[in-house]
C-alpha cells in the first residue's frame, strides 16, 4: 500500500469531522427526545432507560434536564 497523499488526508480529515458532527447531532437529538417523552408522561423513567440500552433509569430525569437545555437552545 503506497503512503496516503494529501489529498486524501484531507478528505479523511472532513470526512471524520462530518462524521463526529453528525454522532454529536445524534446525540443531542436523544436527549431532546427523552425530554420530550418524559415531559409528554408518554414514556417512564424505565421505559426509556430500556429503550437506550446500557442506562440506569436513576439517570433519565439528569438527561432530560440536558435536552430541555438543548431544545431551549434550539429555539433561539
Known amino acids: 500500500m503506497s503512503a496516503p497523499t494529501r489529498q486524501q488526508k484531507r ?5 471524520l469531522g462530518r462524521l463526529n458532527d453528525a454522532a454529536e447531532q ?3 437529538d436523544v436527549l431532546v427526545a427523552i425530554h420530550q417523552a418524559l415531559e ?3 414514556l ?3 421505559a426509556i ?7 440506569s433509569p436513576s439517570t433519565i430525569r439528569g438527561k ?3 435536552g ?3 431544545l ?5
Open 11 to 15: 478528505l479523511a480529515m472532513a470526512r
Open 26 to 28: 445524534a446525540a443531542d
Open 40 to 42: 409528554a408522561g408518554i
Open 44 to 46: 417512564p423513567q424505565a
Open 49 to 55: 432507560a430500556a429503550a437506550i440500552g446500557g442506562v
Open 64 to 66: 432530560a434536564a440536558r
Open 68 to 70: 430541555a437545555k438543548i
Open 72 to 76: 431551549e437552545e434550539r429555539k433561539q
